[in-house]
């Protein structure tokens, strides 16, 4: 029952934050350009993904 009583009361202590989350509205957010150094690490993780990918191949096709 204690359970019950926390849960209640975590929920109606949410019910003012959803309550101005409607007030303010949605405003949608602006999607920031990449940089070069996130591309080559992109590039970087997906070979690495690709080299992984491969390794592990070998490894079960040798069993």
Not at 12 to 34: F, K
Not at 40 to 49: C, E, I, K, P
Request: no cysteine.
């Amino acid at each position: 029952m204690k359970l019950f009583y926390m849960v209640m009361g975590f929920m109606a202590g949410l019910l003012p934050l959803s309550a101005m989350a409607a007030i303010s509205g949605y405003q949608r957010p602006v999607p920031q350009p990449q940089s070069a150094t996130a591309e080559l690490w992109f590039g970087f993780a997906t070979v690495m993904l690709v080299v992984s990918l491969y390794v592990v191949h070998r490894v079960v096709k040798g069993r």
